[in-house]
Antibody, heavy 120, light 107 residues
Framework: QVQLQESGPGLVKPSQTLSLTCTVS??????????WTWIRQPAGKGLEWIGR???????NYKPSLKSRVTISLDTSKNQFSLRLMSVTAADTAMYYC????????????WGQGTMVTVSS | DIQMTQSPSSLSASVGDRVTITCQAS??????LNWYQQKPGKAPKLLIY???NLETGVPSRFSGSGLETHFTLTISSLQPEDIATYYC?????????FGQGTKVEIK
């Protein structure tokens, strides 16, 4: 079955760019009708939807993050990525990648999450 | 943005109790509402999609109902393995958002 795995630096300095990759295994990202999504969760707090990229490459972002976020797809590597610029301590969180279908738009498949700390 | 408000924020109940969690949307989200269960140190797990549809493999003691702005998640008979935090999530419009979570504990 399809599995997701996040990877990337666990520590990022303030004002720098956070870059994470989600690798998809057990299935191809090509074809299908899926939303590949990033969600984050500060320690002890709730879940925040960051944005998504559709199979076609079309993206949607949370408006409050839109100026700093880029989500992209690399189907040749079966990966999708998150870039978050100009990070601050408020961006410290567990970052999850997840997949939802075009129909029945629910996050059925999640990565295990990767913790990112913003600190000098 | 649509705000999702859950109540209560936490609850303590006995094994076998019926537990109900509510989720209020700040505007009509039709039936575009999902429920997730998150155990400590784990990613969330989908329980209910489209407000009332039980995800495959989820025990039948979980059920969801509601429409437009008011939704409920019910556990008909609380089990020890149900200890977790529960989140509602709408997908009516961008940006999607989650409720703040309801932590369920055993009394």
């Amino acid at each position: 079955q399809v599995q997701l795995q996040e990877s990337g630096p666990g520590l990022v300095k303030p004002s720098q760019t956070l870059s994470l990759t989600c690798t998809v295994s057990g299935g191809s990202m090509r074809g299908g009708a899926y939303y590949w999504t990033w969600i984050r969760q500060p320690a002890g707090k709730g879940l925040e939807w960051i944005g998504r990229v559709y199979t076609s490459g079309k993206t949607n972002y949370k408006p409050s993050l839109k100026s700093r976020v880029t989500i992209s797809l690399d189907t040749s590597k079966n990966q999708f990525s998150l870039r978050l610029m100009s990070v601050t301590a408020a961006d410290t969180a567990m970052y999850y990648c997840a997949r939802a279908q075009l129909i029945e738009d629910a996050f059925r498949i999640w990565g295990q999450g990767t913790m990112v700390t913003v600190s000098s | 943005d649509i705000q999702m408000t859950q109540s209560p924020s936490s609850l303590s109940a006995s094994v076998g109790d019926r537990v109900t969690i509510t989720c209020q949307a700040s505007q009509d989200v039709n039936y575009y509402l999902n429920w997730y269960q998150q155990k400590p140190g784990k990613a969330p797990k989908l329980l209910i999609y489209d407000a009332s549809n039980l995800e495959t493999g989820v025990p039948s003691r979980f059920s969801g109902s509601g429409l437009e702005t008011h939704f409920t998640l019910t556990i008909s008979s609380l089990q020890p393995e149900d200890i977790a935090t529960y989140y509602c999530q709408h997908y009516d419009s961008i940006p999607y958002s989650f409720g703040q979570g309801t932590k369920v504990e055993i009394k």
